[in-house]
T-cell receptor
C-alpha cells in the first residue's frame, strides 16, 4: 500500500524567512496531494493541494511542487509570519481511492 | 456558518468501558469520514459514509469499533470495551461532494475528540 514519509519532523525558522517541508510517496498511482495545517486543539485545515497533471501551484505565500518521477512533493512558505506556526501534514491518494494516506507531520516554529 | 462540530471534546474512560463520540457535519454535506490520530502522527482513515450508507469501514481497527449515520447527517462512532491503545484524537470530516478523492474536494475537519483510556 501507499506510504508517505515527511521531513523534517520539526522546523524552526526566523520570521520573514522561507520554510520548506518535503514528502515522498511510494504508490506511483497516487495523483492527489493535499497539504493540511493543524493548529493546537483544532482539526486539520486544507491549505493547498496539487494533482499529478501539474508540477507547481501557488497561492500567495504558499506553493507546492510535485516531481512525479522522483515521487516527491514539497510545501514552500515564503515570508513566514508568527501565525504560520502549526503542524503541517502532507497526504497522498489515488483518484480511485478516497483514502488519504498522511505523513507524520512537521511542527513549524516561527521565531520572532 | 457553522463548521463540523464534535462532542465531547475530551473523554476519559476506564479500560473496558464503552464510549460514544458524536459528529455533526456541515449541513448538507453528503460525505462523512472518521479518522484516528495518535499523538504526534497524521490521521488514519477509519470509515466513510455517503449519506446514511457506510461504504467503507476497512480502517476500523477491530470489531469493537462501530460507526453509524442513520439519517445521513449526524454520525456516532462507538467503541466498546475500550483498551489503552484506543487512546487518541478521533477526527470527523465532511465534504459536500461525492466520488473519488479527486472529486471529494476539500474535507472540512472538526476539532476532534481526545479519548484517554486509563
Amino acid at each position: 500500500g501507499e506510504n508517505v514519509e515527511q521531513h523534517p519532523s520539526t522546523l524552526s525558522v526566523q520570521e520573514g524567512d522561507s520554510a520548506v517541508i518535503k514528502c515522498t510517496y511510494s504508490d506511483s498511482a497516487s495523483n492527489y496531494f493535499p497539504w493540511y495545517k493543524q493548529e493546537l486543539g483544532k482539526g486539520p485545515q486544507l491549505i493547498i493541494d496539487i494533482r499529478s497533471n501539474v508540477g507547481e501551484k501557488k497561492d500567495q505565500r504558499i506553493a507546492v511542487t510535485l516531481n512525479k518521477t522522483a515521487k516527491h512533493f514539497s510545501l514552500h512558505i515564503t515570508e513566514t509570519q508568527p501565525e504560520d506556526s502549526a503542524v503541517y501534514f502532507c497526504a497522498a491518494s489515488r483518484n480511485s481511492n478516497y483514502q488519504l494516506i498522511w505523513g507524520a507531520g512537521t511542527k513549524l516554529i516561527i521565531k520572532p | 456558518g457553522a463548521g463540523v462540530s464534535q462532542s465531547p471534546r475530551y473523554k476519559v474512560a476506564k479500560r473496558g468501558q464503552d464510549v460514544a463520540l458524536r459528529c455533526d457535519p456541515i449541513s448538507g454535506h453528503v460525505s462523512l469520514f472518521w479518522y484516528q490520530q495518535a499523538l504526534g502522527q497524521g490521521p488514519e482513515f477509519l470509515t466513510y459514509f455517503q449519506n446514511e450508507a457506510q461504504l467503507d469501514k476497512s480502517g476500523l481497527p477491530s470489531d469493537r469499533f462501530f460507526a453509524e449515520r442513520p439519517e445521513g447527517s449526524v454520525s456516532t462512532l462507538k467503541i466498546q470495551r475500550t483498551q489503552q491503545e484506543d487512546s487518541a484524537v478521533y477526527l470527523c470530516a465532511s465534504s459536500s461532494r461525492l466520488g473519488t478523492a479527486g472529486g471529494f474536494g476539500e474535507q472540512y475537519f472538526g476539532p476532534g475528540t481526545r479519548l484517554t483510556v486509563t
